[in-house]
């Protein structure tokens, strides 16, 4: 029997990673977390189609030519679909992969490897943000098409820049949910939570054509937040401090990381799958 | 090229008890359930070793522990004489594990490519690919294979990397006898080129094939150690014990007895054959009380190792 080089690999010198390799691992990891959702019909037709139908539906063929709190009703939709939009991109596309890896068995397997483990999280998070990307875009083509919607450069970098950023909070909450949900409850979950949010924020119905007693729980639902900021920037919001907002928004994330934290902890040695 | 191989022989000789891999007096529990009692274990370099046991016995758990996967109760698991979970342990370890569900929309090329990056020095595609045998599977999904082909895919994952270590836990479960060959022939080369293997399986004919040594486990106790040959040798025979007022330098001498030990009031005998042990035994003793013959220890965990395969350990009974 030849068991050359296992002896001699005792002995061999500790390979560091480059930081080059490093960033390839990261780049990889996420395009292929990108091929893997944008492939799954399941992800694509609920989380991308949804929305710019809804967009499309209530801000381009019901409601185009009137106004709402000083507003086109095809750039306030923007703000408040958008914002719909980049939830469900973000919540399903960190909860329901996380939840269905650790429950059977993948994420094990992962584990197992050489990847340095934030990756796998970092390339959930870099998708959600690219799908959220991909919604908001195709929903001002749409409205610059049909709608009539127009606004300055710098103003429409500042739209989009904003509701891609305000996928990390909505990202957050999906890790948190994809550590203490099962691979069969998550997409239920998700719902369950995503659903009433939006309709509590205003992302469906104006927020000031909801009754009273919902327009107070609205400010405490992050998707309230972010439709503000988003709405303030095309001059429909309620001229509440964005500082505020912000605060809001990133106060949420740092929660959720810590639920999702206690269960990355929670499932280190504990045995699934 | 004579030189080169020589040297390191030389350093086997210097270094022949090289673990690559260790569970030291390691306790694992689930809740109040004990996976693994008290396991004493070890994979030297070059070798292949058999984790052979029953669905349950604790098999998983191991490999387990030996990536770093779990933490154990007690003890602790070595990987290269460091932590299982350092990064630099882990690129240079391969490891193939049960899946419930693997992302199904990447092709297997891209699954391949994916894990390649994972490690300092990849094989190349085509290598993994031919070594798996998917080379007419690279541009399917995953959610198209079927098992067999799942299992190949995963093996390739566990290999892509060139890892010097390798685990495999039940790696030819749902293979057909083709594909099973295969990978058995592709373990082997792994080995001819310096690899350490772990494997796990619950078929002792794989053990005898592969491996250069066995354990054992069942019920999370590890309950032989040895080669093929010494692990069959050792299903073979009978255990009586009884009560009895012969010594025990007195039941050593009598032919056909392998072992002699006290277990509290009564003595345990081990022979290859339990009848004319008996006859011999209630001749000298005439007062001897509370016999019992059982079959000796591995055979219980044989008995269920060996329902779906034909060999020759069963042939002993």
Redesign the interface.
């Known amino acids: 029997?030849?068991?050359?080089?296992?002896?001699?690999?005792?002995s061999r010198p500790?390979?560091?990673?480059s930081p080059r390799?490093t960033a390839?691992?990261y780049i990889?990891?996420a395009k292929?977390e990108f091929?893997?959702?944008l492939?799954?019909r399941m992800y694509t037709v609920s989380v991308l189609s949804f929305p710019i139908m809804f967009y499309v539906l209530y801000g381009l063929v019901l409601y185009s030519k009137q106004s709402l709190a000083g507003a086109p009703v095809p750039a306030y939709m923007i703000a408040t679909m958008g914002t719909f939009g980049v939830m469900g991109a973000s919540l399903f596309g960190t909860a329901a992969g996380l939840a269905?890896d650790r429950?059977?068995?993948?994420l094990?397997?992962k584990?197992?490897?050489?990847?340095?483990p934030f990756a796998y999280f970092a390339a959930k998070i870099i998708t959600s943000m690219i799908f959220s990307a991909i919604i908001v875009l195709a929903m001002f083509a749409l409205g610059y098409a049909f709608g009539g919607v127009r606004m300055p450069l710098g103003q429409f970098a500042l739209l989009v820049g904003t509701l891609v950023a305000g996928s990390l909070p909505f990202s957050a909450m999906g890790l948190a949910l994809g550590y203490f949900t099962g691979?069969n409850s998550a997409p239920a979950t998700i719902n369950l939570m995503y659903l009433p949010m939006s309709f509590c924020s205003g992302l469906w119905v104006p927020i000031m054509f909801l009754p009273k007693f919902v327009q107070q729980i609205a400010v405490v639902m992050p998707p309230y937040h972010l439709a503000q900021l988003a709405l303030g920037i095309v001059g429909a919001g309620r001229h509440e401090p964005s500082a505020a907002h912000w605060e809001m928004l990133a106060a949420f994330t740092m929660i959720c990381l810590g639920v999702a934290r206690i269960g990355f902890q929670r499932d280190?040695?504990k045995?699934y799958? | 090229m004579i030189a080169t191989l020589e040297q390191p022989r030389n350093m086997k000789i210097a270094n022949p008890e090289l673990a690559v891999a260790n569970l030291e007096h390691v306790n694992m529990n689930y809740g109040s359930v004990r996976a693994l009692r008290g396991v004493d274990f070890q994979v030297r370099a070059g070798e292949v070793v058999a984790l052979l046991g029953p669905n349950g016995a604790g098999k998983t758990t191991a490999v387990k522990l030996l990536l770093g996967l779990l933490q154990p109760n007690a003890g602790r698991a070595r990987v290269f004489g460091g932590d299982p979970t350092n990064p630099e342990n882990r690129m240079r370890t391969g490891a193939m594990l049960q899946v419930g569900r693997v992302p199904e929309t990447l092709r297997v090329r891209e699954h391949i490519d994916l894990f390649s990056t994972y490690y300092p020095n990849p094989m190349a595609l085509a290598e993994v690919l031919a070594a798996a045998g998917l080379e007419k599977l690279s541009e399917r999904k995953f959610g198209d294979l079927s098992g067999g082909q799942r299992q190949r895919v995963l093996f390739a994952l566990a290999i892509c990397g060139d890892p010097d270590l390798v685990f495999l836990d039940e790696p030819t479960v749902g293979l057909d006898v083709e594909a099973r060959r295969m990978l058995w022939d592709e373990i082997r080369r792994m080995v001819d080129r310096g690899k350490t293997v772990l494997l796990t399986t619950h078929y002792l004919q794989e053990a005898d094939e592969l491996a250069d040594r066995v354990a054992v486990i069942n019920k999370g106790e590890i309950i032989a150690q040895g080669t093929p040959a010494e692990i069959k040798a050792k299903t073979a025979g009978k255990r009586i014990r009884c009560i009895t007022s012969l010594n025990l330098t007195a039941l050593r001498q009598i032919p056909g007895v392998t072992e002699v030990r006290e277990d509290r009031e009564a003595v345990e005998i081990h022979a290859v054959e339990a009848e004319p042990i008996v006859r011999e035994l209630l001749a000298r003793d005439a007062g001897l009380s509370g016999l019992e013959v059982s079959s000796a220890g591995l055979e219980e965990a044989f008995l269920e190792l060996t329902r779906d395969t034909t060999n020759e350990v069963t042939g002993s009974n």
């Open positions: 029997m030849t068991t050359t080089t296992a002896n001699l690999a005792l500790l390979v560091q990673r390799h390839a691992i990889k990891e292929y091929l893997k959702n492939r799954l269905s429950g059977l068995g993948w094990q397997v584990r197992a490897s050489p990847m340095p691979p280190k040695g045995l799958g």
